[in-house]
């Protein structure tokens, strides 16, 4: 087939006449082009401002939220140390060492809580010179119990942000304090634990962010500089930061708000802050501020009562605008103009062997990765592409074959792991209630693996009257624990067939899995044998977690002997262990995976998190594991699981 020239000659008139066009229409469009790129930065800017005002309140939230947090973890400790007065002085200092944005920390006793203190007993702790001081404010001139504060948080009887005030010794420094009730083991409300926080850090951070968006240089800064701000505002419009100190809890913001524009908009925009309400309609938000006109952005503080407002000078975006909108006029030329010239030049020369590649690309797309690839003589990138297609050919053909192997391969391990899992899960108790002919005995187990399988395991049954019952932990997780924890299970079951001394039981267990342990491993084990007639419970421990003894709401360890793990050592004598159990008295036992769960920050459960669910959780054995797991599952939140939990609740109920 003869190729097809091209009329070089025409293709020039095409040029002119579309360069005569374009002209034409960018000296029409040019106008509505400037419109729309000030109406743009208009609201890029506005967005940007908003988005501003988000992240310094997020700042500001999470301080408050900071110094909140580290009031509330050391109520428990104030409240445990009721009487012991004299350890407030080092709580207290603790608390401000610990947390750098705490100014001052105080406790407020009720009149004459201790006679022998005196009528006001108030420790005191404040940071002086990046130094932590104490002292008692308990003289003529530190009677709090008349104040206004003391009696409001006496009143409320709940953790609550005071109102900002400016500190007592300078009379400059805004603070705002954090109030939370003491009270003793009878409930009754006998201090109030505040701590004060420096409101100096929002000033900083607002001045920070004004100074990204500031224009510096000539009049333009002198023009804009005064107006431009950020603020923290009561609902009532009250500064509680500003740049002068002097207007701080002073001055009102609402003062200064005017109408621009339309006559109502500074009425409603003061209605909406003071109801806690996000500005809407940014760009057409425009009021006269400080006799300025302004876009006044706005919006609520999460968990208090302030608002944070920026005020930004409506002259600044116009002027950002103007610039902006000429230098997309004069980008947008050069750009229409270089691209239409170099278009113009490569596409004859590139199109052709571009559209056979693109035809054979369809091909491939379609499956065929054998279909044959044109032939480029020429020795440039396209010739490079085309070589690339072939190579794509070739591996996909070779990618195909290796992913149905994988995928067939992947999918045989996992059935292999689930039946693992479901042969592992049916090895240990799980129908409830296990005895549901006793009326001496309620117990419930459940175990979470890390991974498909897992190496915690537990087992009970009755023999001769008395209940044998077991925890145990594998070191390691997956399938090689999991296969231990089969075998431990069932030397369990064996052993206690022909012996009820827990302790023979354990070395027993000892000297089997000890003999040929090649890979080391390792199980800490508790063995429990309860006399369900009498209520004596003898045990032997091999380094497992102790267990914990739940009784009428209160909640102790067990004591037990550490001993080593079975496994380690051949020859190790185990130690029994004794004790009777009153009737309602549950024992709790549990592996590692559960005081040591981690969030995603790397913080443990730990055991006193343990104890307190244990305490106040309800005293049958299915409730109380099924409360810890909740609290545990809470705790972590998107965590991985890195250990498995295993728990276990024994009750003696005759």
């Known amino acids: 087939m003869k190729k097809k020239k091209y009329n070089h000659s025409f293709a020039r008139k095409l040029t002119r006449w579309i360069m005569a066009v374009l002209f034409i229409m960018m000296s029409g469009l040019s106008f509505l082009i400037y419109e729309l790129a000030k109406s743009v930065i208009v609201e890029v800017c506005a967005d940007t401002f908003h988005s501003s005002m988000q992240t310094s309140g997020g700042t500001i939230c999470d301080v408050m939220s900071d110094v909140s947090i580290a009031v509330k973890n050391n109520v428990y400790e104030v409240e445990q140390h009721l009487n012991q007065p004299d350890l407030f002085q080092d709580i207290l ?20 809580y201790y006679p022998h203190k005196g009528r006001c007993f108030c420790p005191y702790a404040w940071r002086n010179d990046r130094q932590v001081q104490g002292q008692r404010l308990d003289g003529p001139s530190d009677d709090y119990l008349e104040e206004e504060w003391f009696r409001e948080a006496i009143a409320v009887d709940s953790a609550y942000w005071s109102k900002p005030f400016l500190n007592g010794h300078d009379a400059k420094t805004p603070l705002v304090a954090y109030m939370h009730p003491i009270h003793d083991q009878q409930g009754r409300l006998v201090a109030i634990l505040g701590a004060d926080l420096s409101l100096d850090f929002m000033t900083q951070l607002l001045q920070k962010q004004d100074s990204i968006f500031m224009i510096e ?181 070779t990618y195909i074959d290796e992913l149905k192997r994988t ?33 001496d005995i309620d117990i419930y187990g459940q175990v979470t693996p890390a991974k498909a399988v897992g190496g915690d395991l537990y087992d009970f049954f009755i023999r001769d009257e008395k209940l044998f019952f077991c925890i ?135 055991m006193e998190r343990v104890k307190q669910v244990a305490k106040v959780s309800l005293n049958q054995p299915q409730s109380l594991i099924g409360a810890m797991t909740s609290s545990v599952q809470l705790f972590v939140g998107n965590a991985e699981q890195s250990d498995d939990m295993t728990m276990l609740t024994v009750q003696y109920t005759k």
């Open 217 to 397: 240089g000539g009049e333009i800064s002198a023009m804009v500089l005064e107006p431009f701000h950020s603020y923290v505002l009561s609902r009532d419009g009250t500064y509680i930061t500003h740049p002068d100190p002097k207007r701080i809890l002073k001055a009102n913001f609402f003062v200064h708000v005017k109408d621009a524009d339309e006559p109502g908009k500074a009425k409603k925009a003061i209605e909406r802050m003071s109801k806690g309400k996000k500005s809407s309609n940014e760009t057409d938000n425009v009021l006269l501020v400080n006799r300025t006109k302004t876009y006044l952005f706005y919006a609520p503080l999460r968990d208090t009562d302030w608002m944070l407002a920026v005020s930004v000078p409506k002259l600044v975006l116009d002027l950002y605008g103007t610039l902006i909108g000429a230098l997309m006029l004069l980008v947008i030329a050069l750009v229409l103009l270089v691209t239409f010239l170099v278009c113009r030049l490569t596409i004859r020369h590139a199109a052709k062997p571009l559209k056979l590649l693109a035809a054979t690309a369809d091909e491939v797309a379609g499956g065929q990765f054998g279909a044959k690839l044109p032939t480029i003589k020429t020795d440039d990138e396209i010739c490079m592409l085309r070589d690339s297609f072939e190579n794509m050919q070739h591996s996909l053909a």
């Open 472 to 606: 145990g932990d594998v070191s390691g997780k997956g399938v090689p624990a999991s296969l231990v924890m089969a075998v431990t299970r069932s030397l369990f079951r064996n052993i206690a067939a022909y012996t009820a001394e827990p302790d023979r039981i354990v070395i027993a267990l000892n000297e089997a899995l000890s003999s040929n342990n090649d890979t080391g491993m390792f199980v800490t084990l508790f063995i429990g044998v309860l006399d369900l007639a009498t209520g004596h419970l003898n045990y032997s421990n091999a380094g497992h977690n102790a267990p914990l003894l739940v009784n009428n709401g209160e909640v102790n360890v067990l004591l037990c002997d550490p001993n080593i793990p079975v496994g380690v050592m051949n020859e190790w004598k185990y130690t029994v262990q004794h004790i009777q159990l009153t009737s309602g008295a549950s024992i709790f036992l549990y592996t590692d995976g559960l005081n040591e769960a981690e969030d995603i920050s790397h913080h443990q459960f730990g």
């Open 93 to 112: 200092e603790r608390i401000v060492a610990q947390n750098p944005r705490i100014r001052s920390c105080g406790i407020s006793f009720i009149e004459n």
């Open 407 to 439: 995928t067939a391969a992947k999918a045989s391990m996992e059935s292999e792991l689930k039946i693992a899992h479901d042969i592992q899960m049916s090895m240990l108790p799980k129908t409830y209630p296990a005895f549901p002919d006793r009326h």
